[in-house]
């Protein structure tokens, strides 16, 4: 009798150990996301990059904090730094529980505006019209972006609707808002000095219309439905100048949106994570704290769905 009670006792154990292990492989899958299954808006061809799309990096189910980051590397709207900017980054917010989603928006020469917004939100809706499945929390998904691809963040935060109720694709009927932004050695100014005139050239296309430049010079958007923002720049950039955040900072602080800004005193531009240098590779850790600050890192037994 013994004997069959610890054989049933170890079934059982190797049974739930399996059945963990397939739950882990299948949450831990990679499987890239189309934001239009269909065909995007304005697409001219039907290749590979006339397919934004979402490479998922869903939280280990274990640590999973609810929230969720919509990642948009940078690149001056002409290429996309997908690794440093992108892969590792996703990475990182996995290591404290955030789900990240890597967005491969669409870039020039073969598009500039409304592609690379249109591609953004349409991330934003997607996220959050299936925050059920990957057990996040509607109410805490944010947006994060290095450089050209935190122009492309910022303009997420100052260019949205709450959902478009009468849309017939459901999904165009979910906020587009995201609830927190991170912004990089972000792109900011179109209309100043301090633009980073590739960017902009790539961003607006060969015309640089007035209005459409005046329209994502973002520090001029900022109104008090903008998310509270995390800012991180370094007065050795000089492609993309600390004025840049700190042109979006002064712009949030007029509307009392809370706000934190870093500025270190060296670092080139395009660091990522901060690589091997001992004082930049801490932001990650500054920005982490606010996050943890703000309650967006607080794990939550129920998970919300917001339309």
């Not at 590792?88 to 073969?110: E, T």
């Not at 060969?206 to 007065?235: A, G, I, R």
């Not at 700190?246 to 602080?253: H, P």
Request: proline share 7%; net charge positive; aromatic share 10%.
């Amino acid at each position: 009798m013994s004997s069959k009670r610890i054989s049933a006792q170890a079934l059982f154990v190797l049974v739930a150990f399996l059945l963990l292990q397939i739950e882990s492989s299948l949450f831990a899958e990679k499987k890239n996301i189309l934001l239009w299954p269909e065909g995007a808006p304005g697409a001219v061809g039907t290749e590979d990059k006339d397919k934004p799309l979402l490479i998922p990096y869903p939280a280990d189910p274990k640590n999973n904090t609810g929230a969720a980051i919509v990642v948009c590397p940078g690149g001056g709207y002409g290429h996309l730094a997908m690794d440093h900017e992108g892969h590792q980054v996703a990475k990182w917010l996995n290591s404290f529980g955030v789900s990240a989603f890597i967005l491969k928006y669409r870039i020039a020469p073969r598009y500039h505006y409304p592609a690379p917004i249109l591609d953004a939100q349409r991330a934003l809706r997607t996220v959050r019209s299936r925050a059920q499945e990957w057990k996040i929390d509607a109410s805490r998904i944010g947006i994060l972006g290095f450089s050209a691809g935190g122009h492309l963040a910022s303009s997420a935060g100052t260019h949205f609707d709450m959902g478009k109720k009468d849309a017939k694709d459901p999904i165009d009927r979910v906020s587009c808002r995201p609830d927190f932004m991170v912004l990089v050695y972000p792109v900011i100014s179109f209309t100043t000095e301090y633009t980073h005139k590739g960017s902009r050239r790539n961003f607006c296309g060969e015309k640089l219309s007035t209005d459409l430049m005046e329209k994502f010079s973002n520090e001029k958007q900022v109104t008090d439905l903008t998310p509270p923002t995390f800012l991180m720049h370094s007065s050795g950039d000089k492609p993309v100048p600390p004025e840049n955040s700190i042109l979006f900072y002064m712009a949030l602080r007029k509307f009392n949106i809370p706000a934190e800004l870093h500025i270190y005193e060296q670092g080139r531009h395009g660091y990522g994570l901060g690589g091997n240098d001992p004082v930049l590779r801490t932001w990650p850790k500054r920005c982490q704290d606010w996050l943890g600050k703000r309650g967006l890192l607080k794990k939550k037994v129920e998970v919300k769905r917001r339309a």
